[in-house]
């Protein structure tokens, strides 16, 4: 029970500060989405908000890295159709009223322990991209940049789409991304012709 409770207090942290920011989420608004008792603040974080809000952010991070890791053996410009997807559904199904929970706490945060925390995700989300992308046919030499363009772009463009209420401003910058990117991706090899008459082919045994 104790580590459900603490876990409903990191949810509930990761809900806050995608929809109201850092400056929205305290233990108060924590406590009254949870329901958790008050008495469970210091037991659970006795470090303090700092100590809530990293886990919320590490929490964040770890959730977002196994969405991507099921994209893995896909082709690369599926990959990147996919990140903004992901994020235009997160748009959508809350009518433009969250955005991305570490964005959040790394333009408010003034602990440098927390911005520390922010930092490792994008990190994180930036080499399990460039990876998959590689796999996923990108060059090896434009994978980890166009890791962090799509995290770069996606990022400005919910928030662009938050402030204006509506989806247009992500779909173009959507769409912009994901063009370049299949510029980059080699066009799948075609079917070596088939040998129908069983005879050898000029450059020996079928």
Known sequence: MANDTRQQM????????????????????????????RGSIYHHFPEGKDQLVSEAVAASGARSIAMIEAWRGEPAD?????????????????????????????????????????AKVFRDWRAVLAELLAEGGLPGAHADGIAAMLIAAAEGAVVMSRAERRID???????????????LVPPPSAPAPSNATGAESPTGPA
């Open 169 to 183: 401003p992500f779909d173009l910058v959507a769409g912009e991304v994901l063009a370049y990117v299949r510029t």
């Open 10 to 37: 990191i949810d509930g942290t990761v809900h806050l500060l995608a929809r109201g920011g850092l400056q929205q989420t305290s233990f108060a608004t924590v406590l009254e989405r949870t329901g958790a008792p």
């Open 78 to 118: 599926v990959i990147a159709e996919r990140f903004f997807t992901a994020w235009r559904y997160l748009l959508t199904v809350t009518e433009f009223r969250a955005g991305c929970a570490v964005l959040a706490v790394t333009t408010a945060t003034e602990s440098a322990d927390v911005l520390g925390d922010t």
